[in-house]
T-cell receptor, first 115, second 115 residues
Framework: NAGVMQNPRHLVRRRGQEARLRCSPMKGHSHVYWYRQLPEEGLKFMVYLQKENIIDESGMPKERFSAEFPKEGPSILRIQQVVRGDSAAYFC?????????????FGEGSRLTVL | AQTVTQSQPEMSVQEAETVTLSCTYDTSESDYYLFWYKQPPSRQMILVIRQEAYKQQNATENRFSVNFQKAAKSFSLKISDSQLGDAAMYFCAYRIKAAGNKLTFGGGTRVLVKP
């Protein structure tokens, strides 16, 4: 039973390029969360999605960032026109739904480096 | 704003000894979960222990236990009989039941274990 799968594990982009990070939730999980972790800091909530719906995007920057969780396939976090400040580890987590113990299951993260 | 504060950036403990990590949080809600997550150098976020706010009994998981003081909004983690594998970043987090599964994290405490 595979856990939350994220790829790529490491991504290097030059300023102005686009970054796409993918997340496949655990089998049977329909809720996906994206978090960002800057060096030496805790995880900061970005967005919460269910299949084909964005439930809470209160942590997403207003510009350049978008997320989707299509009916088929992984969730995608997209960062357009990356800047150096976007360099961080991006974690995806999943859960089966709200009626559970509240635990989120995390992937191993995708580390984005912007040159 | 709802926040989680971990006042100890780093704690050092001798192998087999006990270390306590502090965590305070600020929320006006009464129904929530509290968590401690461990992040080893591999960067995977691993759930250590979970506490439901309406339960007065402190949670325990093997060598890990918590001291939950709801009125003081305090949720400390005690690691007993520390092992080298306990060396990691530890993050305190909470989830408001009415707010989906969104977790709010503290800034983390790095635990060093001396052989």
């Amino acid at each position: 039973n595979a856990g939350v799968m994220q790829n790529p594990r490491h991504l290097v982009r030059r300023r102005g390029q686009e970054a796409r990070l993918r997340c496949s939730p655990m089998k049977g999980h329909s809720h996906v969360y994206w978090y960002r972790q800057l060096p030496e800091e805790g995880l900061k909530f970005m967005v919460y999605l269910q299949k084909e719906n964005i439930i809470d995007e209160s942590g997403m920057p207003k510009e350049r960032f978008s997320a989707e969780f299509p009916k088929e396939g992984p969730s995608i976090l997209r960062i357009q026109q990356v800047v150096r400040g976007d360099s961080a580890a991006y974690f995806c987590a999943s859960s089966p739904g709200l009626a559970n113990t509240g635990e989120l299951f995390f992937g191993e993260g995708s580390r984005l480096t912007v040159l | 704003a709802q926040t989680v504060t971990q006042s100890q950036p780093e704690m050092s403990v001798q192998e087999a000894e006990t270390v306590t990590l502090s965590c305070t949080y600020d929320t006006s809600e009464s129904d929530y979960y509290l968590f401690w997550y461990k992040q080893p150098p591999s960067r995977q976020m691993i759930l250590v222990i979970r506490q439901e706010a309406y339960k007065q009994q402190n949670a325990t998981e093997n060598r890990f236990s918590v001291n939950f003081q709801k009125a003081a909004k305090s949720f400390s983690l005690k690691i007993s009989d520390s092992q080298l594998g306990d060396a990691a970043m530890y993050f305190c987090a909470y989830r408001i039941k009415a707010a989906g599964n969104k977790l709010t994290f503290g800034g983390g405490t790095r635990v060093l274990v001396k052989p």
